[in-house]
Each structure stands twice: as C-alpha cells, then as structure tokens.
C-alpha cells in the first residue's frame, strides 16, 4: 500500500544511512487509536470555519455531526439507540474534511514526523545530549497539542524504538508527564515489524509462521482433493 512504502522509503532513505554510519535515531511511536471515537465535535465544527470553509460547508458538517443516533444489530435483533455528543465516522470522506490531526505535525519542530490518520510517529537522529532534549521538546509540543484540542494520549501504549550501532549509545528516558516510555526492542509499524537492528529478522520470522499456519490449514482442509489446481485456487483465495 501507499503508505506503507512512504514509511519503508523513510526509514531506508534516512534511517538505515544513518544507522550503518554509526549513527543513532530514536523513534517514537504514539498511541492515539481513540482520537476518532473521542474528538469533539464543537472543535470538529470550529476547525474548517478557521482554515476559510464557507459557511454553508460547515452546516452541513453540523448537521452531519449533531444528533446522530447509533444502534447494534445482533441477528435481527435492534439494542436500543444512543445519541453521542463526540467522534467521527473513520473511513468515510467527509472525515478527512473535518478530522484535524493533520495539524498536529505544524507542532513537531526538530524531528520528523510520519503519520497516517492516527497513526502518529517522530524520528530524530541523536548524536548529543543536546539532540534527545529537542526530542523531548517535540513529544511535550505534541502532549500539550492533543491536550488542548481534547485528545489523548497513551503513555502505557507509546513507545520508543531506539537505533544505534554504535558502543557508545545515547542513553536517556523520555517521558509522558511523569510517565517513562518503554523502550523496545522491535514495534509493529503498518504492517511491518521494525526491530531496533534494522535487519528485520522479527518480520521476516512472523511471515514464515504466518505462511506455515495457513499451509497448515490449506493441507488439512484439501487432504480429499484430487487436483492440484483445485489446491492452489484454494490456497491463493485466503
């Protein structure tokens, strides 16, 4: 997918280069998978009026937003409906319109920032004390944004994946108000599973298993079948 090769191209482009010169590149991976279940929805309305969308365009969003009834249906079976008052629907176009995230990378001033929707992630090459201090001044910007617009961030869930080939490493805690992130030794990043050596041995080992759980299941299931063709449209279906 697109952006999928616009993560990989980064971290091939400039983090690999980096790494394999000694370098060190912290990066960090910031949890915010509710931020389209808990935006508000006055922000939501007050944000297109502030970048120049005509008045009209923001009713409509008005009434797309406000009083919006939702109901789960389970075997025919209607529960009964709640009205909420926040979120957006993720997925659909007009989201793209009036969810904000976007602006959030205006607020990331010394390192690189990746993001696609609510998939949020900063990367700074630390070569000096001085480097992890900018870094930690990109992750408060980043706090105190999502706090004003309403947002929040999960310490326990953010995490940092640090990159160095080098003796001596760059030791140093980043934090979340008085939350220390864990640091990790490989993340699962759209997709694909970075470790922290850059040689993508944890990847390459999850789609071999993976690979052989559904080869597992393929020749268990086609065990009675008598064509091999039969087999392969079976196997290349899943």
């Keep these: 997918k697109k952006y999928v090769k616009k993560h990989l191209k ?38 297109p009026g502030s970048y120049g969308m005509i008045t009209s365009l923001c009713s409509m969003l008005l009434d797309y937003l406000f009083n919006r009834y939702n109901f ?17 629907a993720a997925g659909v176009h007009t989201c793209a319109d009036i969810f904000f995230i976007n602006e959030l990378a205006s607020n990331v001033y010394n390192s690189v920032i990746l993001q696609y929707a609510d998939v949020i992630e900063i990367f ?15 992750v408060r910007s980043m706090c105190d944004w999502c706090r004003a617009n309403m947002l929040m961030l999960f310490p326990s869930k ?48 999850y789609l071999i298993n ?9 020749s268990r299931i086609t065990r009675e079948f008598s064509k091999s063709k039969c ?5 290349t279906s899943r």
Aim: with cysteine; charged share 20%; net charge negative.
């Design 210 to 218: 993976d690979l052989f759980s559904k080869l597992g299941v393929v």
């Design 10 to 47: 980064y971290i091939f482009f400039f983090v690999l280069p980096t790494v394999c010169q000694r370098g060190q590149v912290e990066a960090v991976y910031f949890d915010l998978s509710k931020a389209f279940d808990l935006s508000d929805h006055s922000l939501l309305i007050h944000k």
């Design 231 to 235: 087999v392969l449209r079976y196997y």
């Design 124 to 138: 700074r090459l630390t070569l000096f004390l001085d480097d992890c201090e900018e870094l930690m001044d990109d």
């Design 158 to 205: 953010t995490t940092v994946l640090s990159m160095p080939r080098k003796v001596g490493k760059i030791n140093f805690t980043i934090q979340i108000g008085n939350v220390s992130l864990r640091t990790v030794e490989y993340t699962y990043d759209l997709g694909v599973y970075i470790d922290s050596s850059l040689t993508f041995t944890v990847h390459v080992i």
């Design 72 to 88: 789960v249906r389970v075997l025919g079976h209607l529960f009964p409906t709640l009205c909420f008052s926040f979120g957006c």
